[in-house]
């Protein structure tokens, strides 16, 4: 079978996978070009195929422009939204964390909530963290998934 473009670097099942923000914001607005792609993605963490994890710093920063723009409405819809959806693990960031990302930024020169990010599915054992930043691509602990590498 010949992978097609929608299929291309999703995850096997049962593989623990990481999620960032982005990956959360082009499923929400269905983006033109990775919209579908993360579809698909979210569709397989529904189903339980893939247990995932996120950081909650991904709540913050997809709250960050809705409440800028005064979009109290807005915001709730996300926050219902993303702390509802079933099979994807929120991790607060606790010392650990803490810990580990800071080692990661270190290490790779990471913006401080990539490295949370990073540090928070390593710490739970995922073995695949997908986002959209071309510095992930430093990092040796986790294979980096990078959607523009994909589609």
Request: glycine share 4%; charged share 30%; hydrophobic share 40%.
């Amino acid at each position: 079978m010949v992978e097609g473009v929608a299929d291309r670097g999703l995850p096997d099942d049962r593989q623990g996978i990481g999620l960032d923000t982005n990956l959360f914001i082009y499923f929400l607005e269905d983006h033109p070009r990775y919209g579908a792609w993360c579809a698909s993605l979210f569709d397989r963490i529904e189903r339980g195929r893939n247990p995932a994890v996120t950081s909650t710093v991904t709540l913050l920063e997809l709250l960050v422009q809705p409440y800028r723009d005064r979009k109290e409405e807005l915001a709730q819809k996300i926050f219902a939204l993303t702390s509802t959806y079933p099979k994807i693990q929120w991790v607060p960031v606790t010392l650990d964390v803490a810990d580990r990302a800071a080692e990661l930024r270190a290490r790779y020169r990471l913006s401080t909530p990539d490295a949370i990010q990073l540090a928070t599915a390593i710490s739970l054992k995922a073995t695949r963290f997908y986002g959209n930043d071309k510095a992930l691509r430093r990092v040796k602990e986790i294979e980096c998934v990078i959607l523009d590498d994909l589609l």
